[in-house]
């Protein structure tokens, strides 16, 4: 609690698509925000600069230990919330030290800095359905061993652990939520669903014919990240420090994203998609369904937004985010 009498918490990655989500549940729910944000030449506040004047940023960056000690000192929260990571898998081949430094050690530096400032603080690691890669089950739940498939998901099964290990060594309430594929008109412009949501809006726009894909085989559960903000806060609130699965529980291909994108706007996507190989993954995560039983039972957790409803969405968000850059000459 703040002087303010409001809870506080620290949302690290607050420059994210999930972030930006969190740091707006958390205002509408009467808490103080601290964002961590690392210094850049160039600002990146996009996401959240329609309410950066309610919230306190604070400089820190998840590979420098001093950084965050002094994030937790002077913020003093009773939440935080890691969701800072290199988060795009591809990148993680491409990078794999910096993608170990940040997503797995990173994730330490932040534990460290609450079990030295105060071990009452209660921790939120963004764990992944990457952990599942090489699902040995479907649908996969929480006892379904990990097997990932890239740097980057070899990394958040360190995070997960790690999580884990302080919970239990230092009795800190310390939660996971192994989170599926979450997206939204925020979404970073690389993911498969924001390129095709993109793609869309430009060839109905008329500013370009194709998008250029990689594996359109491949099958997510995928849900809207406003929903799964929703979740992190409940495993926040309960008794208990335990770990859980959020997802949607259905699986659809990237070619069905395809389709509940162009024909959102009248379109055949066969007529526009082209496959590029440059886009296959060295090794990838074919199936993910997740099984989240124990949120929707223990923490009465529901998604509102389906597949369908998502894809159309973030087309529409698109298209007038275009159309508006248009009127000040800017495409
Ligand atoms: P995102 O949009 O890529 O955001 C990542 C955030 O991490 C950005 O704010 C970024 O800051 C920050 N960051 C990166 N490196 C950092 C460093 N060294 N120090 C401090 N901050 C750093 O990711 P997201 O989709 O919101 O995902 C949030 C978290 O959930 C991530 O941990 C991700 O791995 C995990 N996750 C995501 C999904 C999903 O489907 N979205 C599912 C499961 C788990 P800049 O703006 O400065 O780059
Ligand atoms: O790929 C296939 C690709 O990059 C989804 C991150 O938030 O969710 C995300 O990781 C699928 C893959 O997400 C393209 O091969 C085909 O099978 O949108 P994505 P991701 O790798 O599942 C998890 C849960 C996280 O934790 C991560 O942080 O789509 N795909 N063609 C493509 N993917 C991309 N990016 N681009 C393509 O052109």
Known sequence: MGSSGKPRAVVTGITGQDGSYLAEFLLEKGYDVFGVVRRSSTEKFERIKHFQDRITLMHADLTDQGSMIDVITEARPREVYNLAAQSFVPTSWKQPMLTGQVTALGVTCVLEAIRVVDKSIRFYQASSSEMFGNAQETPQRESTPFYPRSPYGVAKVYGHWITVNYRESYGMFAVSGILFNHESPRRGLEFVTRKISLGVARIRLGLDTEVRLGNLDAKRDWGYAGD????MWLMMQQETPEDYVVSSGETHSVREACEA???HVGLNWEDHVTVDPKFYRPAEVHLLLGDSAKARTRLKWTPEVSFRDLM???VDADIERL??????GAV
């Open 312 to 314: 159309g969405m973030m």
């Open 261 to 263: 994108a162009f024909s």
């Open 228 to 231: 799964y903000v929703r979740a």
């Open 323 to 328: 159309q508006r850059e248009n009127q000040h």
